[in-house]
């Protein structure tokens, strides 16, 4: 099954120790929010299963094998960051279907996909504008597209949510939720919001100190009713 693990995750910085030896399985499917103080290792867990810094020690199982050595772009994960990262000088449709031209995929096909992603995160409307032409939700909808075009498995977000209104925060959660309905992907998020991820998370992850302090199923971790 396409079932996501940490098998003792190790992540040294010189002395620094940032993630401990961790273990954790992220159920195929399933929405997890990682939570913890600043410093705790959130992000580093985060990067390292994208692949954007070298594991320590440890494995990072994704159905059935280790991905932990490959490149970012064969590993079955994306990953969406806080501010976006959008090419400014890029229409929509372009950052969207950016990744794909960087793999020699032809332009017909480029265009196909990025339309359909357009349509999933309903900005079909917005393909030919810049992204300063966009609102924050905007802008955001179109990096979960871009995240998106490259058929993930596992769906990386860090603080995601972090930089937008109250409102357009929680308009996201339910867009984010519907995508994982649909899609069928597993979603692993950074958040500081406690509320962000009762809303969210079919389970919790709570570090501490590069260690999981706690996980399971949210409303146990929180205790809630
Ligand atoms: P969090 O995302 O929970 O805030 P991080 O994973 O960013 O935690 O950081 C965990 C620890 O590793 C912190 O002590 C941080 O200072 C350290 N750290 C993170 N990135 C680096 C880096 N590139 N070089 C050195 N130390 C780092
Ligand atoms: P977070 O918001 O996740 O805590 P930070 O703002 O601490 O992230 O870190 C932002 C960037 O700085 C990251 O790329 C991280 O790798 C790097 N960084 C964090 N801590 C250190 C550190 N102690 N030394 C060098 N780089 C660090």
């Known amino acids: 099954d396409l079932d996501l693990e940490l098998v003792a995750l190790t992540k040294r910085y010189g002395q620094t120790v940032a993630v401990d030896s961790i273990h954790h399985l992220f159920h195929a499917g399933s929405y997890t929010c990682l939570l913890g103080p600043s410093g705790c290792g959130k992000s580093s867990t985060l990067r390292m299963i994208a692949g954007h810094e070298e ?23 994306a990953m969406m960051f806080q501010n976006y990262a959008l090419f400014p000088h890029l229409s929509v449709i372009d950052n969207v279907a950016f990744s794909l031209k960087m793999k020699g995929v032809d332009r017909d096909t480029r265009r196909r996909k990025a339309g359909e992603m357009l349509d999933l995160v309903h900005m079909t ?7 300063a032409q966009l609102s ?3 802008q955001q909808r179109v990096a979960l597209a871009r995240a998106l075009i490259t058929d993930p498995q596992v769906l990386l977000l860090d603080e995601p949510l972090s930089a937008l209104d109250p409102f357009l925060r929680i308009r996201m959660r339910g867009e984010l939720k ?3 309905r649909e ?4 979603f692993v998020h ?19 100190k590069a260690r999981i302090e706690q996980a399971g199923p949210a409303r146990e971790v929180f205790n809630a009713p």
């Open 55 to 77: 594991v320590s020690d440890g494995a990072i199982v994704l159905a059935g094998h280790d991905i932990s050595q490959l490149p970012p772009a064969r590993r079955g994960t």
């Open 125 to 131: 409307e917005f393909a030919g504008r810049l992204p």
């Open 136 to 138: 924050g939700g905007q």
């Open 178 to 180: 519907r995508l994982q």
């Open 183 to 186: 899609l069928g992907i597993t």
């Open 190 to 208: 950074v958040t500081h919001g406690q509320d962000e991820a009762l809303a969210l998370a079919d389970e919790i992850v709570v570090m501490n």
